[in-house]
């Protein structure tokens, strides 16, 4: 179920990945049968590869000439006067971005299409292009050319993505939709020269699969289902394996708070820890944590019906691990990867968890419950303390955590916290250089009073409207690493489930003694929290309506920079 999501492209004469490499590598993986409809969805995250042709151009081949912004009247003074006339007759002898013109250029009279001029703000942006795949006259090839650009492969890969992520579609559940085996060609490109075809196939195919996973309904993408789509992520890669486990299970495995929040879910829809393990033994440990909350209510302290339209996309976290799973794995980063992923559904039933209740973690610290709307803090403790058992490098968890962030920031630009500034000070440098945008923000020390309990040792919320997207990282804090295992240690051990549980609470100790000397950042891991919307509101060329990847680029980057042997190449 490599992207689990409801396509109905069998029934419909669907046509997945028409490259035969593509095809191959994921006909084990990339479809998947959903309850509760009457067909067989199925989907590809690799299926953007058909809007791309290989080969030289032919007499058929359509012009595509890009015009920045600064060229502009430069390249129309040096037009013939007929392409001038013809533009400006047509309103377009000013520029306009993303506005595409086709020019005629047979002399005999008879119509045809060889040239179409469109202009760009910025020649290097990955959504400069985003809006042709749509609008551009279907049944024909296309070859770009931009005008005063050096065309090295930066600009050629940020073109070829652009082309890929414009080309998205979100249509499977629409029974109105032409099926495809009856659709008119697309438009495709003729792959850029010098474009880092690898580059473009990661992101894109990344892209794909975390939008699909977000934007299926939960009725078709269930926590099994999730599992599975992480089961057939594993498939596709040499040595990925997964292990999960589900239901009451996880009292004796030792997760507790990942039980208590998802046992209100029917049957079939049982809570679960997913964990996929990838790469080489004895290189450096990387541990990716997706908060995966297939449905949020809001509990007991139940959303109102317009907070909860969206609530499909609460497992965003979640996709987002497995997107950028997929990308280092598909690049083969020299690390030794593992993706936790605590997956339930924050359901309303006789057995929910309630206000005021008091949940033990992993390490056995206790929460006392403001809300049960503040749930994915606490299945991502439990997933963080069990992260930080193996002592990994870094720790890096993905959630949808709060609505307070999105107001600091708005929709679009995720928050980042971490217990090193100069690593998240990077990670924000590097999401520019991607565009894909994060912003740090700080762990504030002054708020972590308000997460002190009445009856217990932490609030699951701190005090008052403000701040929310602050505290519920400090409270995230308190089970990583040194913190989360010198606990454990202090309480005599957690249970069964633990991996090298009294070796890593020694290092924990010594650790936070380094820690509290210095003031320096712990010798590890390093964490980075990052707190996305995860999902556009609104359709733009290159974003629909629908899951996003945000930041999953830039957090690639870092891996990259870091393990990889040197600077990304992508845009």
Same mark, same amino acid.
């Given at each position: 179920?490599?992207?689990?999501?409801?396509?109905?492209?069998?029934?419909?004469?669907?046509?997945?990945?028409?490259s035969?490499a593509?095809r191959?590598?994921?006909?084990a993986?990339?479809?998947?049968?959903?309850?509760?409809?009457?067909?067989?969805?199925?989907?590809?995250?690799?299926?953007?590869?058909?809007?791309?042709?290989?080969?030289?151009?032919?007499?058929?081949?359509?012009?595509?000439?890009?015009?920045?912004k600064?060229e502009?009247?430069?390249?129309?003074?040096a037009q013939?006067a007929r392409t001038?006339?013809?533009?400006?007759?047509?309103?377009?002898?000013?520029f306009?971005?993303?506005?595409?013109?086709?020019?005629?250029?047979d002399?005999?009279?008879t119509?045809?299409?060889?040239?179409?001029?469109?202009?760009?703000?910025?020649?290097?942006s990955?959504?400069?292009?985003?809006?042709?795949?749509?609008?551009?006259?279907?049944?024909?090839?296309?070859?770009?050319?931009?005008?005063?650009?050096?065309?090295?492969?930066?600009?050629?890969?940020?073109a070829?993505?652009?082309?890929?992520?414009?080309?998205?579609?979100?249509?499977?559940?629409k029974?109105?939709v032409?099926?495809?085996?009856?659709q008119?060609?697309?438009?495709t490109?003729?792959?850029?020269?010098e474009?880092?075809?690898a580059?473009?196939?990661?992101?894109a195919?990344?892209?794909?699969?975390?939008?699909?996973l977000?934007?299926?309904?939960?009725?078709?993408?269930?926590?099994?289902?999730?599992?599975?789509?992480?089961?057939?992520l594993?498939?596709?890669?040499?040595?990925?394996t997964?292990?999960?486990?589900?239901?009451?299970?996880?009292l004796?495995?030792?997760?507790p708070?990942?039980?208590?929040?998802g046992?209100?879910?029917?049957a079939?829809?049982?809570?679960?820890?997913?964990?996929?393990r990838?790469?080489?033994?004895?290189a450096p440990?990387?541990?990716?944590?997706?908060k995966?909350?297939?449905?949020?209510?809001?509990?007991l302290?139940?959303k109102?019906?317009?907070?909860?339209?969206?609530?499909?996309k609460?497992?965003?976290?979640?996709?987002?691990?497995?997107?950028?799973?997929?990308?280092?794995?598909?690049?083969g980063?020299?690390?030794?990867l593992?993706?936790?992923l605590?997956?339930?559904?924050?359901?309303?039933?006789?057995?929910?968890?309630?206000?005021?209740?008091?949940?033990?973690?992993?390490?056995?610290?206790t929460?006392?419950?403001?809300?049960?709307?503040?749930?994915?803090?606490?299945?991502?403790?439990?997933?963080?303390?069990?992260?930080?058992?193996?002592?990994?490098?870094l720790?890096?968890?993905?959630?949808?955590?709060?609505?307070?962030?999105?107001?600091?920031?708005?929709?679009d630009?995720?928050?980042?916290f971490?217990?090193?500034?100069a690593l998240?000070?990077?990670?924000?440098?590097?999401?520019?250089?991607?565009?894909?945008q994060v912003?740090?923000?700080?762990?504030?020390?002054?708020y972590r009073?308000?997460?002190t309990?009445?009856v217990?040792?932490?609030?699951n919320?701190?005090?008052?409207?403000?701040?929310?997207?602050?505290?519920?990282?400090?409270?995230?804090?308190?089970?990583?690493?040194?913190?989360?295992?010198?606990?454990?240690a202090?309480?005599? %051990?957690?249970? &069964? !489930? @633990?991996?090298?549980? =009294?070796?890593? +609470?020694?290092? /924990?100790?010594?650790?936070?003694?380094?820690?509290?000397?210095?003031?320096?950042?712990?010798?590890?891991?390093q964490?980075?929290?990052?707190?996305?919307?995860?999902?556009?509101?609104?359709s733009?060329? %290159?974003?629909? &309506? !629908? @899951?996003?990847?945000? =930041?999953?680029? +830039?957090?690639? /980057?870092?891996l990259?920079?870091?393990?990889?042997g040197?600077?990304?190449?992508a845009?």
């Open positions: 179920m490599l992207a689990c999501v409801a396509v109905i492209a069998v029934a419909r004469g669907g046509r997945v990945g028409p035969a593509l191959a590598r994921s006909s993986a990339a479809f998947v049968r959903v309850k509760m409809m009457s067909t067989t969805p199925a989907m590809d995250p690799a299926r953007w590869i058909a809007r791309f042709a290989d080969g030289a151009a032919d007499a058929q081949t359509v012009e595509v000439t890009a015009v920045p600064a502009w009247k430069a390249w129309l003074a013939p001038r006339g013809w533009l400006e007759a047509l309103g377009r002898g000013k306009k971005p993303g506005e595409w013109t086709a020019i005629p250029t002399d005999t009279g119509p045809a299409l060889r040239q179409v001029v469109v202009g760009v703000e910025n020649a290097s990955i959504w400069a292009y985003a809006s042709l795949p749509g609008s551009l006259p279907a049944g024909r090839s296309y070859r770009l050319s931009v005008v005063g650009a050096s065309a090295g492969a930066r600009e050629a890969t940020a070829a993505l652009s082309w890929a992520l414009g080309s998205y579609e979100y249509d499977f559940l029974t109105s032409v099926p495809r085996r009856v008119p060609a697309r438009p490109l003729l792959w850029p020269a474009c880092d075809r580059a473009v196939a990661r992101a195919t990344a892209t794909y699969l975390c939008r699909d977000i934007t299926t309904p939960c009725e078709q993408l269930g926590p099994a289902d999730l599992e599975r789509a992480a089961r057939d594993a498939a596709l890669h040499t040595g990925a997964v292990t999960a486990v589900t239901g009451d299970a996880l004796s495995a030792n997760f708070m990942i039980h208590a929040v046992r209100a879910a029917g079939g829809r049982e809570p679960r820890l997913v964990e996929l990838w790469g080489r033994a004895g440990k990387v541990a990716l944590v997706g995966g909350v297939m449905f949020d209510t809001g509990g302290d139940i109102p019906s317009a907070a909860m339209l969206t609530m499909k609460d497992m965003g976290g979640a996709a987002h691990a497995l997107g950028l799973a997929s990308m280092v794995m598909s690049s980063l020299d690390i030794s593992r993706v936790l605590p997956i339930v559904e924050n359901s309303i039933s006789g057995c929910a968890f309630r206000p005021g209740d008091v949940l033990v973690a992993r390490n056995g610290v929460t006392e419950i403001g809300n049960t709307d503040a749930e994915g803090r606490l299945i991502l403790a439990d997933a963080l303390v069990y992260a930080s058992e193996e002592a990994p490098e720790i890096i968890d993905m959630a949808t955590l709060t609505g307070a962030s999105r107001v600091a920031l708005g929709a630009v995720p928050s980042i971490s217990n090193d500034d998240a000070r990077e990670l924000q440098r590097l999401s520019r250089d991607e565009q894909d912003w740090h923000l700080p762990l504030w020390e002054g009073k308000q997460l309990g009445c217990a040792d932490l609030k919320v701190g005090a008052g409207a403000y701040g929310g997207a602050i505290t519920a990282a400090l409270y995230l804090r308190e089970f990583v690493g040194s913190r989360a295992l010198k606990k454990r202090a309480r005599g %051990g957690g249970g &069964e !489930g @633990g991996v090298g549980v =009294g070796a890593a +609470a020694e290092r /924990a100790e010594d650790e936070d003694e380094d820690e509290e000397a210095g003031g320096a950042p712990a010798a590890g891991p964490w980075l929290h990052m707190d996305v919307m995860a999902y556009n509101q609104a733009s060329p %290159g974003r629909p &309506e !629908g @899951g996003e990847a945000m =930041g999953m680029r +830039a957090f690639f /980057a870092l990259q920079q870091r393990y990889g040197g600077p990304p190449v845009p």
